[in-house]
T-cell receptor, first 115, second 111 residues
């Protein structure tokens, strides 16, 4: 079975540009999570969806960040405009249960570098 | 601040030795999970222990949970070079709505 699929795996962009990260969760999973990992702050939960509905976006750093889940098999995380401090690895994860009752299945991550 | 804190931050051992990593947390939890992350890869779930459980085994992994001390430990027995990775604990708050990860322990197993 395919796991969580993220694209792109690597992205290098210049400050001010729009960045869109994509995620395809595991089929049948009804919860989807976006995390950001940096050396300074570790793994931070940005937002999670349950049945395509955003449940908690309190981790989204600021209005430059937005996330959507138009259907059960696709989600995007958009940064506009991007800044150098957004450089990080962004992980998408899905779960077959509610947010806090089971294991998360992570994608391989999207490494973003903003110059 | 993050819910879980791992100790030590880094651990270097020889192949065949046992590795023990600890996790402490601050508030009540529903469950605690351990994940492994190989360099440049995503996190992989290892084991979940519920708040009413004290010990759990999975292959060479042994996890303990002491809710009175708000701590957990992950023991990897007979370590292998392939166990080299970062290990994270993640807690599910009973009063919160998010799974929170600790800073991780970087384990190096030398062949």
């Amino acid at each position: 079975d395919a796991g969580v699929i993220q694209s792109p795996r690597h992205e290098v962009t210049e400050m001010g540009q729009e960045v869109t990260l994509r995620c395809k969760p595991i089929s049948g999973h009804n919860s989807l999570f976006w995390y950001r990992q940096t050396m300074m702050r570790g793994l931070e939960l940005l937002i999670y969806f349950n049945n395509n509905v955003p449940i908690d976006d309190s981790g989204m750093p600021e209005d430059r960040f937005s996330a959507k889940m138009p259907n059960a098999s696709f989600s995007t995380l958009k940064i506009q405009p991007s800044e150098p401090r957004d450089s990080a690895v962004y992980f998408c994860a899905s779960s077959p249960t509610g947010a806090n009752t089971g294991e998360l299945f992570f994608g391989e991550g999207s490494r973003l570098t903003v110059l | 601040s993050q819910q879980g804190e791992e100790d030590p931050q880094a651990l270097s051992i020889q192949e065949g030795e046992n590795a023990t990593m600890n996790c402490s947390y601050k508030t009540s939890i529903n469950n605690l999970q351990w994940y492994r992350q190989n360099s440049g890869r995503g996190l992989v779930h290892l084991i979940l222990i519920r708040s009413n459980e004290r010990e759990k085994h999975s292959g060479r992994l042994r996890v303990t949970l002491d809710t009175s001390k708000k701590s957990s430990s992950l023991l990897i027995t007979a370590s292998r070079a392939a166990d080299t990775a970062s290990y994270f604990c993640a807690t599910d708050w009973t009063s919160g709505s998010r799974l929170t990860f600790g800073e991780g322990t970087q384990l190096t197993v030398n062949p």
